[in-house]
């Protein structure tokens, strides 16, 4: 993912993940520049896909 791209567009979406999983809190969902390898780890544990799945879901929200 790149950075510019999730910064620019997170609260949005931050919004789509909240609306698919409804037991994601802004917590999990906390993005920091620069780690978001952790955001995706903290993603991963929660809903219970690889990191590599999770990527993708955002990425097709940026696509949108």
């Given at each position: 993912?790149?950075d ?12 789509e ?13 906390t993005?920091?520049e620069g ?8 993603l991963q544990?929660r ?18």
């Amino acid at each position: 993912m790149d950075d510019l791209e999730l910064k620019g567009n997170w609260n949005q979406i931050k919004g789509e993940l909240k609306k698919k999983y409804g037991d994601l809190t802004d917590d999990d969902l906390t993005y920091v520049e620069g780690e978001d390898d952790a955001m995706l780890g903290r993603l991963q544990e929660r809903l219970g896909k690889t990191k590599k799945e999770i990527a993708s879901e955002i990425r097709k929200f940026l696509e949108e």
